[in-house]
């Protein structure tokens, strides 16, 4: 799939599936949780549907995984699906696709929220996804910005510095920069309001799950906060913990990414602006169609009978 699949792909289709979604033209239930705290982890079922293809991702966050086990925190498998004749059109592996999506959700919200280009590009956590945001930043931007890496363990950071160019600094040095990305599991706020300037915009991609925050709840009262979805967002997403404190509500934010993308919300694009994701299912199905065709032009795959309908 990595053969077909790239970052200027995967921007356009996230790009195209936020403005779906801000028109009302994407079919979206909302995303159903599969708790298993003996395991410190969950599963995800995630359908949705555009006008021309459909598909499910089943995908888990496992945090702990890489430490006990080995493995990659999150998995996952993708099935896409012709609305019409309900045929099964492929089977896609969905952690990479994830991945894909993610950095390119973060970079699209970047181009639409951001004050401009960025000169700094700071990441706060320096696992897979701080690797494709950073590729979906160049998308955007280009190479003239200067990456920050931040982690809780510097040898991760210092790693992707090395690799893919930059510094690897402080959590506090990497928040200080034009654009921030923020991506690690944490139940506890990371990034503190005193280290945000007056005019940045911050990806906070992390908080996938109830209890999960990465921001001081103070960045949430300052800033202009753009969400992907509501109810996810006040489900699962970084307004999540302020909410059900009754420090947030969701009243407050200032409309949907999709809704900015086609002109039906607004914001001062001057201002501290933070982009809440927690992930839209439309985001894959959009995606993954994208590969499959490229995969076809490429004869890339293989071809199975699933149903039996030759």
């Not at 459909?54 to 496992?62: C, D, L, P, R, Y």
């Not at 690797?131 to 990456?147: D, Q, W």
């Not at 407050?252 to 919300?265: C, H, W």
Request: aromatic share 4%; with cysteine; net charge negative.
């Amino acid at each position: 799939m990595e053969s077909v699949a790239t970052m200027p792909m995967a921007v356009s289709a996230v790009e195209e599936a936020f403005a779906a979604h801000g028109r009302g033209e994407a079919r979206m239930p909302p995303k159903v949780y599969l708790d298993l705290p003996e395991h410190d982890g969950d599963f995800r079922a995630m359908p949705s549907a555009l006008a021309h293809v459909a598909g499910v991702k089943w995908v888990n966050s496992h945090p702990q995984n890489p430490a006990r086990h080995g493995l990659p925190s999150v998995m996952g498998v993708y099935v896409l699906s012709d609305p019409e004749t309900a045929l099964p059109l492929a089977i896609l592996d969905a952690t990479w696709l994830t991945a894909l999506r993610t950095g390119a959700a973060a970079a699209v919200a970047s181009k639409h929220l951001a004050s401009g280009a960025p000169r700094t590009v700071g990441f706060v956590g320096s696992g897979v996804q701080a690797r494709t945001m950073l590729a979906a930043h160049r998308v955007v931007f280009g190479e003239s910005f200067e990456p920050l890496f931040s982690d809780r363990v510097p040898a991760l950071a210092e790693g992707l510095a090395r690799e893919l160019g930059g510094r690897a600094v402080s959590v506090e040095e990497a928040c200080r920069a034009d654009v921030v990305n923020t991506s690690t599991p944490s139940r506890t706020p990371v990034v503190k309001r005193a280290w945000l300037a007056a005019s940045a915009h911050v990806n906070a991609m992390g908080a996938d799950g109830p209890g999960k925050q990465e921001l001081d709840p103070d960045i949430l009262d300052a800033a202009q906060v753009v969400i992907d979805e509501p109810h996810q967002a006040e489900h699962s997403g970084e307004i999540n913990v302020a909410i059900h404190d009754g420090r947030y509500a969701l009243s407050k934010v200032a409309g949907t990414l999709g809704e900015v993308i086609v002109g039906a919300a607004t914001i001062d694009r001057g201002a501290l602006t933070v982009f809440d994701s927690t992930g839209l299912a439309i985001q894959d199905v959009a995606l993954a169609w994208r590969i499959v065709e490229a995969a076809r032009a490429k004869s890339v795959g293989v071809e199975l009978d699933l149903v039996g309908v030759g």
